[in-house]
């Protein structure tokens, strides 16, 4: 069973930079796919970026030209690099990896089996 943990989160103002970081201890190379998604009080949790072995990336499109999603092999850590936050970000950030996900679907949490707890990120105007 992989296990997956975030960390980088944290209280920024509007503008400002964070990165996200998801480390996998016991890495599973079968996973192909990884992903962040995001959930702010009171609404779903919806898919911010993902990103497959073969290097294929998707953003939704309120973070596409901000937020930037890879990954590390080597070390088994998925990253999001996010700039010029806005408080309308502020949400629980988790990571999630699955052997398989449909193209169609790499940004619903739906598809995704493991996840991880979770890292807070407020952004304050």
């Known amino acids: 069973q992989v296990q997956l943990a975030e960390s980088g989160g944290g209280s920024v103002q509007a503008g400002g930079s964070l990165r996200l970081s998801c480390s996998a201890p016991?890495?599973?190379?079968?996973?192909?796919?990884m992903g962040w998604f995001r959930q702010a009080p009171g609404k779903e949790r919806e898919g911010v970026a993902a990103?497959?072995?073969?290097?294929?990336?998707w953003y939704s499109d309120s973070v596409k030209g901000r937020f930037t999603i890879s990954r590390d092999k080597t070390t088994a850590t998925l990253y999001l690099q996010m700039n010029s936050l806005k408080p309308e970000d502020t949400a629980e950030y988790y990571c999630?990896?699955?052997?398989?996900?449909?193209?169609?679907?790499?940004?619903?949490?739906?598809?995704?089996?493991?996840w991880g707890q979770g890292t807070q990120v407020t952004v304050s105007s």
């Open positions: 999630a990896a699955d052997s398989y996900v449909r193209l169609e679907d790499v940004l619903s949490d739906w598809a995704y089996k493991t």
């Open positions: 016991r890495y599973d190379y079968h996973i192909y796919y």
């Open positions: 990103v497959d072995s073969a290097g294929g990336l």
